[in-house]
């Protein structure tokens, strides 16, 4: 069987399985839920050790590589599938991935994996509970695997409407965030941005005649499509990224959730965003992509920046985290504006690194707060006395925040700074790039504190019976994305092989796309060069000047006096 | 016998480099995962794992030695003998080619410092054994302080800039996890001073890491490498293209890369967070003090200088004279005696970096410097660690005193290590002390050598002043402390004397040429020579020069010999200075502007965001448009009353809306026409 349908029916055929479970059976619904997700992993590492035939070779030395390199730029997606559904409207369901998809897919598995296991702790309405969940979950692969924007749209839905249930159910409400008010703050704007995008999708259906994101692909968009269209599907992405300054729903939502929620969302549903982005926005209009993406390498230091220092201003662990999460997406974005290979490749690195640390962070805080039922920095201290595991765990979490080396987030943060760097643009992307930087710092700033402030110090009395994660089956979930933080961060290279596989074709296409547009800007310009040339010497060509702008002039009175 | 062979065979050696580089690697991971269940909890596998790394660095040192004593060059790239680690690579658009491949660079700079590491790390490692008995987390503290071993003798063995900047970045992370040692052991009365500590020392060392990061990319994006080697010729390749000036955007990106120093070898103005580090176990303060962090800046002043521009050299020079005197002046006032070390060690860093700056011989004196001082300041540090162990955990020197008696070992190493860091004739640190002042004099600074002879002189006599100081209140007069102080077991005695006994020696690998007649006494010259200096004039003896600053010496000695000899515990020196000592007790109110800054000015801004977010972006947009929304939605509602008349009558007036619409259309049209018509 296909691994990637395998993939994404695994959960879905295990949210059906457990419509058919009596509430009471708890423990066959986990099992349930873990088999299927297990299963999801386990497709996604087939696939991702699978994966090979790399667009290079791996070469020793520079000039080796070089040689290698800028081959075989052509656009593959594996592991396709394809069954005709609506023959009439052209709506077939279509599924495959590309290298940047498989690195999804792969942090989705991982994260629901451990999210399942994690969300063990919680004990009402665990039925609908895990069916939200893993329906999310379906919507969350099917986003990344569709090659058909019917079903593409389709599962992005998918994914919103249980995050509602399950931040309206499961949520908690604290003095800083009321859950409800979260809730409907979250879908209302994920649901916003969705239509925005939808918009954008109907028009590029309405010019390209198909749902066939493949053929779409290969159908050239006329620029003025593009520049028209590119702001309105890039704003519904980034909606949902979440770019400054539509980000606000994201740390509320991120603080109220439940902690499997939270994992999923700040790990994965941020970068469904960043996913549309890549390979719809900026792969079917690279000509318009050339022109807006520098405004968004402006934008992204606001992120990076202003999400830092409101993070420095939080006392609430998960809104300190959640406000990191929308500085780290900065990152993400920040290397996706660059348009080099480099960056973009590590901004899909950094969106896969991101995801896994920061699930690890949640899944920690989710820990505690479940015996502690507050997150508060000032009602906490001293914790790293009784939970020694997850202090650990959470010191490592944030240190790979901070970026520092040895972690996977440190590689593709590099990556995109290189990338930003490297475009030798000072103003658009070499500030940015200097921003970026310093946002490590900040980011060093609001999580050191918080580790100081809530693992060590004085242990207050109340919390002196604190329980720490004690067996192997409780330790699992937090080992696994320690582990592959680990992995990636001393041994990258595996996962950009995949991910370079996604990237390089669209980084051909974003050159070509600046190439089209700066040749039509020359040649704009110098139209306008060829019609002065020709009247020879200054005065003439004043005269001839004067001559054109009187014409137009007229030229535009008769016009305006014909209409009306 | 191969091992005992010491010609460099590429193929035999980088393997046992790289062996003592894992060995302390694989002993974290091993102590980290089974340590707590071995028996005397695991200090003894990651002991021996640290001495079997010491004997290769040690034999490494002497393969340098008779390599370069033999006139051979002694640079080795594992890259030429095809040894490397493809590490991350991907090809950039139009920009070349990002390739990191990681390899060993050893060259007699990295031999002196890999041999200096491990032997230090070595007894410190052994010296812990018995400084920490019955520490509650013992068998963490061994393993980290095994990582962070590894961490320095990576970056002393990369080949590249990123992987020395990897290895920086880890050592950060080590020393965060070894000074906050305590910040979560209740049984510890400084908790709460460990976790800010700790904090601190990151975030401050962290600003250097960001600074040297951006450098590092500056360099990466002009040269398209990582790789020193690539670098360095890159440089001069591009100011030769220049026509040999030096490109302003070198000077800018050397600058960054000096930061990095500043950070991480706690020049002014990021010097804070090193007297803070203390409140680590004190092992871990002679390994930050001696080998590892405060080195590591050095060294990375050492392997980028060919990149700096003689404009950043100045700035160097200046930060680090400037360093130099501020902190000595700090040392004077200070009481607790490891703050004493930690003040004289950010002192000597300035004379280091100072050095460094005035190019040539400078550099190689700062780097001797920076060898000898790793000797004899590990040896202060464990001496003081043994004389707090003897005094049960007091650290005030008020506190102490009469140790002379109780603690014969400690007390004589202890004599040795201030002799040499007093710099008397002829242990180490006469030696290469005085080889940094004659470097003043190629100083390529506008305010000249002069101000810097003067500052170097009277830092020297400075030093000397605190040190006795230190040393006669703690050691001399009547014990004035609680418990009977008792000397500390042998296992910690004989690290101290291992140390003595190189503070002594040490100093004789650089004696500048020419003192001695016509031989040829400056080894570590000659090494640095063969290295990328070639062409500059060998440090000589200044003998006038020499002779000062001993004299300014030995004036300290006596002025603290006046003051302290005999001491009662209370100093006489706030009443002589006055205001003056309020100024350096309180470290010249430089922790106070910091806190203000980021407790207010950050703070402030941080709160200023916030506000933003919650008041004008949220409240303000956000929830206002949806207020709108709802009151939009809530005025239409009123429409649906469910009665039926009001339905009627809405209806009835809709159509009525549209009859005349349709009417007034029609009328106006045929109304249009009439009156045409009627023309």
Known sequence: ???????????????????????????????????????????????????????????????????????????????????????????????????????????????????????????????????????????????????????????????????????????????????????????????????????????????????????????????????????????????????????????????????????????????????????????????????????????????????????????????????????????????????????????????????????????????????????????????????????????????????????????????????????????????????????????????????????????????????????????????????????????????????????????????EGRATHEAARTAREGGTKAVQLPAGGAQGTALADTALAGTALADTDSTSEGSR | MGFFDLTFEPDRDFRLLLMALFLPLVGYVIQISVGRFLPRKGDWLLTTGMGLAMIITVRGLFQAISAVSAGEEFFHNSKDAGIGFSWLYSSGVGDGVQNVVAGVLYDPLGAALFAVVGVVSFLVHLFSTGYMKGDRRYHIFFANISLFTFAMLGLVLSDNLLFLFIFWELMGLMSYLLIGHFSHDPDSHRINHAARACKKAFLTTRVGDVCLFIGMMMFYNEFGTFDFKGLWEATTNAVAANGGEWPAWMTVAGLFVFGGTVGKSAQFPLHIWLPDAMEGPTPVSAMIHAATMVAAGVFLLGRTFPMLSPDVLGVVTAVGATTAIFAATIGMTVFDIKGVLAYSTISQLGFMVAAIGCGGIGLVAGLFHMVTHACFKACLFLCAGSVIHGCHHEQDMRNMGGLKAKMRTTYKTWLVGTLALTALVPIAGWWSKDEILGATRITNMVWGSEILLALGVLVAGMTAFYMWRATYMTFGGEHRGEGEPHESPKVMTIPLQVLAVFSIFIGFVGIPDG????????????????????????????????????????????????????????????????????????????????????????????????????????????????????VTGDRLRRVQTGRLGGYVTSFMLGAAIVALLVLLQVGLLSGGQASAGGK
């Open chain 2, 515 to 630: 003192t001695f007649g016509s031989a040829k006494t400056n080894w570590f010259e000659g090494w640095l020579h063969h290295w990328h200096l070639k062409g500059t004039p060998g440090a000589e003896m200044v003998w006038p020069l020499a002779i000062i600053a001993t004299a300014v010496a030995f004036a300290g000695f006596f002025v603290a010999r006046g003051m302290y000899r005999g001491s009662d515990g209370k100093d006489p020196l706030p009443e002589k200075l006055g205001g003056v000592w309020k100024l350096w007790n309180n470290l010249y109110y430089i922790d106070a502007f910091y806190l203000f800054l980021v407790k207010r000015v950050q703070q402030g801004i941080a709160k200023a965001c916030w506000f933003f977010e919650r008041w004008i972006l949220i409240q303000g947009v956000i929830n206002n448009l949806s207020q709108a929304v709802r």
């Open chain 1, 1 to 511: 069987m296909n691994p990637l349908l395998l993939c994404l029916i695994a959960p879905a055929a295990a949210t059906l399985a457990i419509f058919f479970v009596d509430a009471k059976e708890k423990k066959t619904i986990r099992v349930i839920a873990t088999v299927a997700t297990g299963v999801s992993l386990a497709m996604a590492i087939l696939m991702f050790i699978g994966f090979g035939d790399y667009s290079y070779e791996h070469a020793a030395t520079a000039a080796e590589f070089t040689a290698n390199a800028g081959e075989a730029d052509e656009h593959v997606y594996k592991y396709g599938i394809a069954t005709d559904w609506v023959e009439e409207l052209g709506l077939s369901f279509r599924l495959g991935v590309d290298g940047m998809g498989l690195a999804m897919v792969l942090l989705t598995s991982l994260i629901i994996f451990a999210g399942v296991m994690v969300s063990y702790t919680i004990q009402s309405r665990v039925k609908e509970y895990y069916i939200c969940l893993l329906a999310l979950v379906t919507g969350v692969f099917g986003v990344f695997a569709s090659l058909d924007l019917f079903f593409y749209y389709f599962f992005y839905e998918l994914a919103v409407i249980p995050m509602f249930l399950l931040i309206g159910i499961w949520g908690s409400t604290t003095k800083t965030v009321d859950q409800y008010y979260a809730t409907m703050k979250l879908v209302l704007l994920l649901s916003a941005g969705a239509v925005m995008a939808l918009i954008g999708l109907i028009a590029v259906y309405g010019d390209a005649g198909t749902f066939d994101m493949v053929r779409i692909e290969e159908h050239g968009f006329s620029s003025g499509f593009q520049m028209l269209w590119f702001p309105v599907i890039f704003l519904g992405f980034a909606a949902l990224v979440p770019m400054w300054p539509l980000h606000s729903w994201s740390p509320a939502g991120h603080a109220s959730a439940p902690a499997a929620v939270s994992m999923l969302h700040a790990g994965v549903l941020m970068k469904l965003g960043a996913f549309g982005i890549l390979r719809i926005a900026c792969l079917y209009f690279p000509e318009a992509a050339a022109v807006y993406l520098p405004y968004v390498g402006i934008l992204c230091c606001f992120n990076i920046v202003y999400g830092g220092l409101v993070a420095v201003s939080q006392r609430d662990m998960k809104l300190i985290i959640g406000y990191s999460s929308s500085s780290h997406m900065g990152y993400v974005l920040l290397g996706v504006a660059s348009a080099s290979l480099i960056g973009i490749e590590g901004a899909v690195f950094l969106m896969f690194a991101h995801g896994v640390m920061t699930a690890l962070t949640f899944a920690l805080i989710g820990w505690f707060y479940d015996q502690t039922h507050t997150r508060m920095l000032d009602d906490l201290g001293g914790m790293m006395k009784v939970m020694p595991f997850c202090g650990t765990l959470f010191i490592i979490a944030s240190m790979a925040s901070a970026g520092l080396p040895g972690f996977a987030n440190f590689v593709s943060e590099l990556m995109v700074i290189i990338g930003a760097w490297s475009s030798r643009d000072i103003l658009w992307y070499g500030i940015p790039a200097v921003f970026a930087v310093w946002g490590l710092v900040i980011t060093g700033v609001y999580l050191l504190r918080a580790v100081k402030d809530a693992w060590f110090g004085d242990l207050p009395e109340r919390w002196k019976n604190l329980r720490d994660q004690r067996t192997l089956a409780e330790k699992a979930p937090y080992l696994i994305l320690t582990g592959v933080l680990l992995l990636f961060g001393f041994w990258p290279q595996p996962m950009l092989d995949v991910v370079h596989q996604g990237a390089k074709p669209l980084v051909v296409r974003l050159d």
